[in-house]
């Protein structure tokens, strides 16, 4: 009997076996035949062949992909595809599939595989539809936004599929966007009216550019172009919308910048009348003080105590420029007071000393600073806009020192002193206190804010001993237009000129633009010489 089943026996072994490996054998062929099509001179072959790879649940169908996207896959002269890297003057080929090297080839032996944008944006698609899938949140979510922005109809079946299993709101909100987008070339005409009307509601960039082609399509139905209209235009005055809540966002941060590297120098020309032309460099050596400071953390410190230098820069900088500004003070400026224009030669050739010494000591080439990790980054707001993590930590650091700066000159005693000696320098005196001492503190306490001001611009910049000379001259306007020594003029003028500026950029250019905010600024200096906001007091009267 036993003898009788061993045939039988032996057959169902072999079936179980080579069944499946027949099969795998079958989906090799035909993976295999879809890439020789890929090598096709017809862009419509490759595109069929794409569609037909995309379609087979193989893992090495992105790597393929992948390399056709990047050039990688060339044609041998057997006709055969295969991947090739280069290699010298040579290249080093691969078979697509299984990757294993195959030999070497010269650039006339083999031709890489041409595609189109057609052919690009099918494969995006293909990606994008194979990505869905992926246990990796991050790249269902980039699968998600590469079909909205080359929506296929191919793609309808994995979204559907995908959507049913996705459980995060943000990229199931993609997908729906992605599949309306698809369902745009259907050639059912309510299929279409209904997901223009489900994308009319979108903000997003790439959903006015995907209603912008169907529109141009020249076979498109009146019905569906009118509607399409009427969804573009409404996508449109919200785009322009978050455009101009950008322009603002950017004049504010422009603002910020202007605003710290004018807050000193209202101080020190409001309460002694000097104009420092070396403040500049004051912000310029805030800026090296933080490359230090990022210098010696990389160097002796553990690598996970990197983020907090930037926190330990602002008492450094404000320290070192506030004793050179008491120093340049005492040394220097309180022999030239009521001679602004020794005070204002004097403080240049200040300003040209620290340059020099600074490229002697560090040279001449920019330094790099770095992010920390927590101000790296940004995230995206409606239409596209995004908010950089470093610009928006300049804003807030900049209403910070705002805030504790008046809170200091009015709630303390050497505000108290300070605003005394501004309003009446001669009555402050005959009343005990102690101007010289005041003017050299002022002094040292502008230069300060200043240096805090380079360790900001070190965030969004490199650092040089230029650095300085960018924002003097924009520092002196902001002070001379919202009111010299006042503080809240300072913000108006600071804000003002950067919303201004960036107003006229996109109409005039940044050159042209300053040009004009600057013509503006002296004709309104010839109405109002005082400024926006001026300080009041007999001294600031004279």
Not at 174 to 189: I, Q, Y
Not at 398 to 412: E, P, Q, S
Request: a neutral charge; hydrophobic letters at 50%.
């Amino acid at each position: 009997m036993i003898r009788r089943l061993r045939p039988i026996l032996v057959a169902l072994v072999a079936l179980t076996f080579a069944g499946p490996m027949a099969f795998a054998a079958a989906d090799d062929a035909k993976l295999s035949a879809s890439v020789q099509q890929l090598g096709a001179d017809d862009f419509d072959a490759k595109i069929a062949a794409v569609g037909e790879l995309a379609a087979t649940p193989d893992p090495r169908v992105v790597k393929i992909l992948k390399a056709l996207e990047g050039g990688e896959l060339y044609v041998a002269k057997d006709k055969k595809v295969v991947r090739a890297e280069p290699d010298g003057d040579s290249f080093t080929i691969f078979e697509p599939l299984g990757g294993e090297k195959i030999g070497t080839a010269t650039s006339d032996d083999i031709d890489q595989i041409v595609v189109n944008n057609r052919v690009r944006g099918v494969i995006d698609a293909a990606l994008g539809a194979l990505n869905l899938f992926s246990g990796r949140r991050a790249d269902r979510l980039a699968a998600a936004l590469d079909l909205v922005k080359h929506p296929s109809a191919a793609s309808v079946p994995a979204l559907q599929k995908a959507m049913a299993a996705e459980t995060d709101s943000e990229i199931r909100q993609d997908m729906t966007l992605a599949l309306a987008g698809a369902r745009l070339n259907s050639p059912d005409k309510k299929a279409q009216l209904d997901a223009i009307a489900e994308l009319a509601g979108s903000t997003d960039p790439a959903i006015f550019n995907v209603l912008s082609a169907l529109r141009d399509s020249p076979d498109l139905d009146p019905e569906v172009r009118k509607a399409d209209e009427h969804a573009i235009g409404a996508i449109s005055q919200r785009l322009q919308l978050v455009r101009i809540g950008m322009t603002l966002f950017e004049g504010l941060s422009l603002g910020s910048i202007l605003l710290l590297a004018a807050i000193g120098l209202s101080i020190t020309f409001g309460v002694m009348g000097v104009i420092n032309m070396a403040h500049g460099e004051m912000i310029m050596l805030g800026a090296y003080a933080t490359y230090v400071v990022q210098q010696i953390f990389v160097g002796y410190l553990p690598p996970g105590w990197l983020d907090v230098y930037l926190v330990a820069s602002l008492p450094v900088a404000f320290l070192v420029t506030g004793a050179l500004g008491i120093a340049l003070e005492r040394s220097v400026i309180r022999f030239l007071y009521a001679r602004p224009l020794e005070t204002l030669l004097a403080t240049w050739g200040v300003s040209l000393i620290l340059q020099q010494l600074v490229r002697t000591i560090f040279g001449a080439p920019n330094k790099a600073v770095a992010n920390p990790s927590w101000m790296t980054g940004g995230f995206e707001l409606i239409g596209g806009a995004f908010i950089t993590y470093n610009r928006l930590a300049i804003l807030v650091f900049c209403f910070v020192v705002l805030g504790v700066l008046g809170l200091v000159l009015k709630r303390t005693s050497f505000g108290l002193h300070m605003r005394a000696v501004t309003q009446n320098r001669d009555m402050a005196a005959a009343m005990g206190i102690p101007t010289a001492r005041i003017d050299a503190l002022t002094f040292g306490l502008g230069s300060g804010i200043a240096g805090m001001a380079g360790v900001a611009l070190s965030q969004i910049g490199n650092v040089s001993p230029n650095l300085g000379t960018i924002y003097i001259v924009d520092s002196f306007m902001v002070v001379v237009f919202g009111g010299v020594g006042s503080l809240f003029g300072t913000l108006a003028g600071a804000m003002s000129l950067g919303i201004v500026n960036k107003l006229l950029e996109p109409v005039s250019g940044a050159v042209l633009g300053k040009v004009v905010v600057l013509i503006a600024i002296i004709l309104f200096i010839q109405r109002r010489p005082r400024g926006l906001f001026a300080l009041r007091g007999r001294a600031a009267e004279n």
